[in-house]
């Protein structure tokens, strides 16, 4: 018999049931009728879903991948999941946790938490559902204050639950008649109770004896916990809980551990891992089946029942619901593809900016902006900031409606206004002959559409949004005239009741996008955020500050680049000081763990998962569109990274132009500064010198690697510091100074194979020793004089003038150091070559003469 085939806007009920392997089958067994799947983009939703009819819901029912549960991965899965089926207007949780029994347990065995009940995320007393247990302020005295909580689920699932709540007390449930779905022959036996002399509650502090799932056969029964106990008429009762229900990111396999979460959390009933993931499409109730105390004693005994039973109460609810009913549900949409970050801190200045330049603050006087963008560098925390200022949004103002669009090209963009369209069910998105993005944009501008929010995440790229007319970016449908291209600033809706949040590296762009209006920079954390930040990922109170701290400052106060470390760490189960000494003072090391790949919340699914990957997209995006902008980025690499002075990017940028000759050779140069400053790759000096930030140049360098044109920017960047280089004397002492850092920089990194470059390398050498002699720094001076009469020997023999200079700068560093043999041997060389090439009278013989004579006398 062939499945019926729906609509995606057809599915009212969002059902997640994580854990694939366990929890998918008895929720697939709770349906009534399953559908074939609709048709639905998969290069943007990887998941697989199951739909059917409930009680007359139909219901879409999503888990994560095996073996890939938790709150990121729940968040991915219900991002795509409510981008997908746009008419989703109410979401459950299904699926087996871990219970905590309550600090002083009641006399009536019913009303304490045992294996095999549920667990519903609503404690009724006026406080969060869920809480993250893992987020949060540690007060004094050893308390934690928590934090991080999850929205109320919908007012229509609350007003289910009481009556949930009032037929169970009523004996008017049908619960039992849901069970027999479970009870069927082929899965009987994974369904049945496991029996209760199966559910052990063993004291806080002891510990599972012997291997895993051997029903604690080896573990001491003094240990047990003395607590009521249930009858064989109360297992074979529907016995369910409200209460609130503690998230994270880690199981919990210690009793401690579990009452101290308890103790956290207001008295948590429940600890689980996806919570916080799925509160990314809206409100959602928690339904926990309680599979194990969180304990070391936890066993595989009653994951089925407990899941089992989480889906029985599900449907229970579900049934409470007129189907009427939910599509009359308020149409305000939160179209945000990530969770709430659980791990968000500090950036109060830049929110409380955002609430008063959008009208959205309390305090908020004067005039308000339609459109304001966040522009700095990749991985400072545009995405995140924008994403805590819609949570905090939604929580204040649940009537504005938020869009998410993502921005980085024109099919993601497209994309993103097609779910709007879905969302809100546009009159005519779906006809091919209308304009989607105008149909979307004109819609959104009509005086009786809701007030909304819109974020334009991941605006980088100028020419996508302001691209010349000759080559528009986003083409107009074939019934359109040619002259109506345009790009896709076009489409940004404009009106009284809309706001635009735009997040962007290019802070050029970023102003264009505000209409003129200052874009709001994002920096680096300061060290206090940054110390904060890694607390709470590492969740290790225990670790020193001064190794936080420190480890900060190498990752250069960058939000992702912490993120990235704390995750190595995590992962990796090493201390933060481990990951210091692995870092070491080597460049390379920090390149190497700045590439790793990882996870975390509000990161794009196209977007790279490492803080080097992040910044070659920019790269890219500025070879293609600046190219001196992208040759000075790649010279300025090769220099130190601080104080690099505008004279070496002047005769870099005039080198270039006499490749290709321009009459606008200073304008070309400060527009291509201006954008590396846009995009806060460089930041200019009051001297009008140019730093570039540590972590930049580092994946620059392994940029230019990859692309094999290291060797080339390296010897552009010689040929330039060996040509301006002075030799040093008293006159140019302070030029001097001021170059010897880049001098080095570039003689380190580069290697030097041609006639060319070696030439090049010699005479810098010579220029340098020159500078630390003056100095006094004779040892120093001395190394440089050897490598460059080494060089200048093989390049032109030793009769050469260029040879027997930095020959008489040798001796000259032997004679200071009072190694008189060692210098006459030299200074003798010298005079006697000089009187061949030049003859007796030659100011530079007569030098030598003079030199040779004091060092006799000394």
């Not at 609509?7 to 074939?36: G, K, N, T």
């Not at 029903?215 to 106990?229: F, N, Y």
Request: aromatic share 8%; hydrophobic share 35%; proline share 4%.
């Amino acid at each position: 018999m062939s499945r019926r085939k729906l609509r995606r806007a057809d599915y009212h009920v969002a059902w997640i049931a994580p854990v694939s392997d366990l929890e998918l089958l008895p929720s697939r067994l709770m349906l009534d009728e399953e559908h074939e799947a609709p048709d639905y983009d998969t290069a943007y939703d990887d998941n697989i879903y199951n739909c059917g009819t409930l009680a007359g819901h139909n219901v879409v029912i999503a888990t994560c991948p095996p073996g890939m549960t938790g709150n990121v991965n729940a968040g991915r899965v219900t991002g795509s999941m409510f981008k997908t089926f746009t008419n989703l207007r109410m979401a459950v949780l299904v699926g087996i946790g871990g219970g905590i029994p309550r600090a002083h347990e009641s006399d009536d065995p019913t009303e304490n938490v045992h294996l095999g009940d549920v667990v519903v995320g609503w404690p009724g007393d006026g406080g969060p559902a869920c809480i993250y247990y893992d987020f949060g302020r540690w007060r004094p005295g050893g308390q934690l204050e928590a934090l991080g909580t999850i929205d109320k689920p919908d007012r229509i699932l609350l007003n289910a639950l009481a009556k949930v709540v009032s037929d169970h007390e009523m004996d008017q449930s049908t619960f039992q008649d849901h069970q027999q779905r479970l009870l069927q022959s082929k899965h009987r036996r994974k369904f049945m109770h496991p029996g209760l002399h199966r559910d052990q509650l063993f004291r806080a502090t002891y510990q599972h004896n012997g291997q895993y799932n051997n029903k604690c056969v080896s573990c001491d029964a003094v240990e047990l916990v003395d607590r009521p106990t249930r009858s064989e008429e109360d297992s074979n009762m529907f016995i369910f809980h409200r209460g609130r229900i503690a998230t994270g990111n880690a199981v919990i396999q210690d009793g401690i551990r579990r009452d101290q979460i308890r103790d956290q959390c207001s008295g948590a009933l429940c600890v689980e891992m996806e919570a916080a993931g799925v509160d990314a499409g809206r409100p959602c109730l928690v339904i926990r089946g309680i599979s194990d105390y969180a304990d070391s004693h936890k066993s595989d005994a009653w994951r089925s029942f407990a899941a089992g039973n989480a889906a029985v109460f599900a449907r229970e609810l579900l049934s409470k619901i007129p189907p009427s009913k939910i599509a009359a549900l308020d149409t305000t949409k939160f179209v945000v593809p990530y969770p709430s970050n659980p791990d968000f801190v500090g950036r109060l200045d830049i929110l409380r900016l955002l609430k008063d330049k959008l009208g959205h603050g309390q305090q908020t006087h004067g005039t308000s902006y339609q459109r304001v963008s966040l522009f700095g560098l990749g991985g400072v925390g545009k995405t995140q900031i924008a994403l805590a200022y819609v949570y905090w949004l939604r929580q204040t103002n649940p009537a504005i409606s938020i869009l998410w669009v993502h921005a980085s090209n024109t099919d993601r963009f497209r994309q993103s206004y097609m779910s709007i369209a879905e969302d809100y069910q546009i009159p005519g998105h779906a006809d091919p002959k209308n304009d989607l993005l105008l149909v979307v944009k004109n819609w959104l501008e009509r005086k009786d559409s809701e007030p909304w929010l819109m974020v334009l995440d991941n605006a980088d790229d100028m020419q996508l949004f302001f691209g010349a007319p000759s080559s528009p970016q986003v083409a107009a449908p074939s019934s359109a005239e040619p002259s109506q291209a345009r790009n896709l600033s076009a489409y940004l809706p404009e009106c009284r009741h809309g706001c635009l949040i735009a997040t962007t590296r290019d802070k050029q762009l970023g102003v264009r996008l505000a209409k003129g209006q200052k874009p709001v920079e994002v920096t680096q954390m300061d060290d206090n955020e940054s110390v904060q930040l890694l607390r709470t990922k590492l969740d290790n109170t225990g670790t020193a500050s001064t190794d936080l701290s420190l480890l900060a400052s190498r990752l250069e106060y960058l939000p992702l680049a912490l993120a990235q470390a704390a995750s190595f760490i995590q992962e990796t189960c090493i201390t933060a000081s481990a990951y210091l000494q692995l870092l070491g003072d080597s460049d390379k090391n920090t390149v190497h763990f700045l590439s790793k790949e990882f996870e975390t919340v509000g990161r794009d699914s196209s977007a790279p998962r490492a803080v080097a990957q992040t910044w070659i997209l920019s790269f890219q995006q500025i070879k293609q569109q600046h190219v001196l902008a992208s040759e000075l980025l790649s010279f300025m690499s090769l220099l130190d990274r601080q104080e690099i002075p505008v004279e070496f990017l002047s005769s870099y940028n005039k080198q270039k132009e006499s490749e290709e000759p321009s009459d606008n050779t200073d304008i070309a140069l400060t527009e291509a500064l201006g954008v590396l400053k846009a995009f806060s790759f460089v930041a200019e000096n009051n001297n009008g010198s140019y730093d570039m930030h540590r972590l930049v140049q580092l994946g620059t360098r392994k940029w230019l690697i990859s692309c094999g044109t290291i060797s080339q920017f390296g010897k552009e960047a010689l040929l330039v510091v060996s040509h301006l280089y002075p030799y040093g004397t008293y006159e140019t002492r302070t030029t001097c100074a001021a170059y010897l850092s880049h001098a080095n920089s570039v003689l380190r990194l580069c290697e030097f194979k041609s006639e060319e470059e070696a030439e090049a390398k010699a005479s810098l050498l010579h220029c340098m020793a020159g500078y630390l002699s003056f100095e006094g720094k004779w040892s120093d001076a001395e190394g440089l004089n050897i490598e460059a009469r080494r060089l200048r020997t093989d390049l032109f023999g030793e009769s050469n003038h260029s040879t027997l200079a930095s020959m008489a700068n040798l001796a000259s560093t032997f004679w200071k150091q009072g190694r008189w043999e060692e210098a006459e041997k030299l200074e003798v060389q010298v005079m006697e070559t000089r009187k061949t090439k030049l003859r007796v009278d030659h100011p530079t013989t007569l030098t030598s003469m003079a030199n040779l004579t004091s060092t006799y006398r000394n």
